[in-house]
């Protein structure tokens, strides 16, 4: 099994900061992809940022120069800086995890990130 805790959430200015962090337990496998997709109220989840363990990165086109993902391997954890925010970017944001075996996928309890105009 996985557990992905998430925290760094909250309240924010549009064109402030916020900082996300996912840690994750359990067995991961060292080959594995972290990332972060958001759900806004009526939408579905989408994409926002995902790093493979190699180094790979993959944004949304609606957050490239303004998110940046990376992720500490040693720890487990994947960050995700959000700068230059809108209040577009308003969501909960989820934590994700993709492994080579079965499950092949684990999900956080998701973060709230409100950006207020």
């Known amino acids: 099994q996985v557990q992905l805790v998430e925290s760094g959430g909250g309240l924010v200015q549009a064109g402030g900061s916020l900082r996300l962090s996912c840690a994750a337990s359990g067995n991961i496998f060292r080959l594995n992809t972290m990332g972060w997709y958001r759900q806004a109220p009526g939408k579905q989840r989408e994409l926002v940022a995902t790093?493979?363990?190699?180094?790979?990165?993959n944004y949304a086109d609606s957050v490239k120069g303004r998110f940046t993902i990376s992720r500490d391997n040693a720890k487990n954890t994947v960050y995700l800086q959000m700068n230059s925010l809108k209040p577009e970017d308003t969501a909960v944001y989820y934590c994700?995890?993709?492994?080579?075996?079965?499950?092949?996928?684990?999900w956080g309890q998701g973060t709230q990130v409100t950006v207020s105009s």
């Open positions: 994700n995890l993709k492994r080579p075996a079965v499950p092949r996928e684990y």
């Open positions: 790093m493979h363990s190699g180094g790979s990165t």
